[in-house]
């Protein structure tokens, strides 16, 4: 059974820090790039930051940029996502996201149930 999930979420003041996990199991998680998005109320799911499987490459969206880093510990099976200088407008759900792209075949994707954040005095 496919599972992510997501911790660290919480609520903090405009910039401080948290740090979110995604812990998964039931799949062979070092084959998976792993991202992190969000989803703001009556905005559409965004991408935050992403690295790949072996974790050699990460990206980020420019709002995040210089604030934000995403590792992993493969040994662990788990992702995190560092978020430092934390705004309001950080504020949403934050959703861990496993993808893996198999040469020629349909990409196999896995979603956490979110966890909130709140930046807000």
């Known amino acids: 059974q496919v599972q992510l999930v997501e911790s660290g979420g919480g609520l903090v003041q405009p910039g401080g820090s948290l740090r979110l996990s995604c812990a998964a199991s039931?799949?062979?998680?070092?084959?998976?790039?792993m991202s992190w998005y969000r989803q703001a109320p009556g905005k559409e799911r965004e991408l935050v930051a992403a690295?790949?499987?072996?974790?050699?490459?990460?990206k980020y969206a420019d709002s995040v940029k210089g604030r934000f880093t995403i590792s992993r510990d493969n040994a662990k099976n788990t992702v995190y996502l560092q978020m430092n200088s934390l705004k309001p407008e950080d504020t949403a759900v934050y959703y861990c996201?496993?993808?893996?792209?198999?040469?020629?075949?349909?990409?196999?994707?896995?979603w956490g149930q979110g966890t909130q954040v709140t930046v807000s005095s």
């Open positions: 996201n496993a993808a893996w792209s198999p040469a020629g075949k349909e990409v196999v994707s896995y």
């Open positions: 039931g799949f062979t998680f070092s084959m998976y790039a």
């Open positions: 690295v790949t499987s072996a974790g050699g490459r990460t």
